[in-house]
């Protein structure tokens, strides 16, 4: 069983572009959460996904952000017009439908804004 | 609302020291509670939890933590340290009845140990 994979693991973005995040959960797991990880900074929740749902989004920034989980394909996360502070590592984790299991969290994607 | 402190950011020990690493939580009900281990250019990876039952907990890797109430804390220990657990560590917790995998994370404390 694979873990939850990211892609792509390093992303270089000019300021202005579009950066899309990629993951794909756990097999079985149906629940999706993004946290975004500023230097010297624990991680901060940004989205909770279900398939076809956001259920939280009280971490997100008001623009520029979005998340989507389909219900085929792997959960995106989309910043729009990237600036120099969205530069960060981007985590996401996955879980089965089960409330009481813990998350699992893939390897990341560092984004890098020029 | 929950919050984390994790006390020190960077701790460093000799090898075969003990390790002590300290977080504390603020919650109106006690939460469920996390520390993770996070390795260079790694992801996440569990290292023990606790949600009910016994308050001392043994995780992965010889590292066990304790849940005392009274103190809100969660500190974690490991008797002897070795060269290998040199990482980032991060406590966190999730409010009783959410999803698991919805955590508030503190700042983490960056382990070193020396040969």
């Known amino acids: 069983n694979a873990g939850v994979m990211q892609n792509p693991r390093h992303l270089v973005r000019r300021r202005g572009q579009e950066a899309r995040l990629r993951c794909s959960p756990m097999?079985?797991?149906?629940?999706v959460y993004w946290y975004r990880q500023l230097p010297e900074e624990g991680l901060k929740f940004m989205v909770y996904?279900?398939?076809?749902?956001?259920?939280?989004e009280s971490g997100m920034p008001k623009e520029r952000f979005s998340a989507e989980f389909p219900k085929e394909g792997p959960s995106i996360l989309r910043i729009q017009q990237v600036v120099r502070g969205d530069s960060a590592a981007y985590f996401c984790?996955?879980?089965?439908?089960?409330?009481?299991?813990?998350?699992?969290f893939g390897q990341g994607t560092r984004l890098t804004v020029v | 609302a929950q919050s984390v402190t994790q006390l020190g950011s960077h701790v460093s020990v000799s090898e075969g020291a003990l390790v002590l690493l300290r977080c504390n939580y603020s919650s109106s009900v006690p939460p469920y509670l996390f520390w993770y281990v996070q390795y260079p250019n790694q992801g996440l990876q569990l290292l023990l939890k606790y949600t009910t039952g016994a308050t001392l907990v043994k995780g992965i890797n010889g590292f066990e933590a304790e849940f005392k109430k009274s103190e809100t804390s969660f500190h974690l220990t490991k008797p002897s340290a070795h060269m290998s657990d040199a990482a980032e560590y991060f406590c966190a917790v999730s409010a009783r009845g959410s999803t698991l995998g919805r955590l508030y994370f503190g700042r983490g404390t960056q382990l070193t140990v020396w040969p």
């Open positions: 984790a996955s879980s089965p439908p089960s409330i009481d299991t813990e998350a699992f």
């Open positions: 097999k079985g797991h149906s629940h």
């Open positions: 996904l279900q398939k076809e749902n956001i259920i939280d």
